[in-house]
Nanobody, 124 residues
Framework: QVLLVESGGGSVQPGGSLRLSCAASGFALDGYGVGWFRQAPGKEREGVSCIDSSDGTIYYTDSVKGRFTISGDNAKNTVYLQMNNLKPEDTAVYYC?????????????????WGQGTQVTVSS
């Protein structure tokens, strides 16, 4: 079965950190663009960060630059999103998905595979 499974969400205070994991099963992430998207209540889904191991492309949306770091571990078939200095506005459900990953943009495609999502809540 082809799956993406996210983990690592939780509740933290502002300034805290979390590391999200996106583990693939049934296929190899290597060679795919893999992105993290988030959706807050009442807001549209937005692309946060992506990585394409085939050419080393990494992208971050402006609001997370300098705070979030995306990385991949091909041996574990997993992509990570290290999130530091979290802010209340980072509160959302975070999803990983395969898709297009460029230096200035990221977006899902018709054949994108999505995980189930993991909740991140940043609140004092």
């Amino acid at each position: 079965q082809v799956l993406l499974v996210e983990s690592g969400g939780g509740s933290v205070q502002p300034g805290g950190s979390l590391r999200l994991s996106c583990a693939a099963s049934g296929f190899a992430l290597d060679g795919y663009g893999v992105g993290w998207f988030r959706q807050a209540p009442g807001k549209e889904r937005e692309g946060v960060s992506c990585i394409d191991s085939s050419d080393g492309t990494i992208y971050y949306t402006d609001s997370v630059k300098g705070r979030f770091t995306i990385s991949g571990d091909n041996a574990k078939n997993t992509v990570y999103l290290q999130m530091n200095n979290l802010k209340p506005e980072d509160t959302a459900v975070y999803y990983c998905a395969t898709g297009a990953c460029g230096m200035t943009t990221m977006y899902p495609v018709a054949t994108s595979l999505w995980g189930q999502g993991t909740q991140v809540t940043v609140s004092s």
